[in-house]
């Protein structure tokens, strides 16, 4: 099973750039979540969505944007690359929270972006 | 706003040396205090779930254990193969997980 699969792995930006992180699982699963994880700090949900055409902010939303066109795919899109955007990005899909251990998230290998 | 503390930051063990990770939070409804593993350049993989104080779930070496207000992850004996950043993310009633930084646990053989 493939699971979450997200690509690009690795990529560099210029400043005032734009791109795309592809995500997509197999599972199907009705939830899907972008977090941020920057060194020495936890998991920072950006967007997520409970099905598809259903998006909603997370905790850092700004200069981010997503789509859910599809249960399977979930792009997160950066507008104008900045410097504060280098991270590493994860995409991951549940079935459900609340919902015993189906709210178990899975979570892709993740992009690791840099904004120079 | 939900807040989780995790300590210590990071932990050396000597192999089958045991010890326990700890995961301080403060949540609104608690639904459930989940524990992940995050080895290095990978995503974090789920451990266990726990959903009310008391509970206790086990698995290999590892034994996560649930109060009001702080979660333990025990580690028995612990061989090199743990060594990896664990994650502590309780869920409160909005249904989003809180992360913690987590605790990097280096066991050297």
């Known amino acids: 099973n493939a699971g979450v699969t997200q690509t690009p792995k690795f990529r560099i930006l210029k400043i005032g750039q734009s791109m795309t992180l592809q995500c997509t699982q197999d599972?199907?699963?009705?939830?899907m979540y972008w977090y941020r994880q920057d060194p020495g700090m936890g998991l920072k949900l950006i967007y997520y969505?409970?099905?598809?055409?259903?998006?909603d902010k997370g905790e850092v939303p700004n200069g981010y944007n997503v789509s859910r066109s599809t249960t399977e795919d979930f792009p997160l899109r950066l507008e104008l690359a900045a410097p504060s955007q280098t991270s590493v990005y994860f995409c991951a899909s549940s079935y459900a929270p609340g919902v015993g251990t189906n709210e178990k998230l899975f979570f892709g290998s993740g992009t690791q972006l840099s904004v120079l | 706003e939900d807040q989780v503390t995790q300590s210590p930051e990071a932990l050396r063990l000597q192999e089958g040396e045991s010890s326990s990770l700890n995961c301080s939070y403060t949540v609104s409804g608690l639904r459930g205090l989940f524990w992940y593993r995050q080895d290095p350049g990978k995503g974090p993989e789920f451990l266990f779930t726990l959903y009310s104080a008391g509970e206790e779930k086990e698995k290999e070496r590892l034994k996560a254990t649930l109060t009001k207000k702080e979660s333990f992850l025990h580690i028995t004996a612990p061989k090199p193969e743990d060594s990896a950043t664990y994650l502590c993310?309780?869920?409160?009633?909005?249904?989003?997980?809180?992360f913690g930084k987590g605790t990097l646990l280096t066991v050297n053989p």
């Open positions: 969505s409970v099905g598809a055409g259903i998006t």
């Open positions: 599972m199907n699963h009705n939830y």
């Open positions: 993310a309780p869920g409160g009633s909005n249904y989003k997980l809180t």
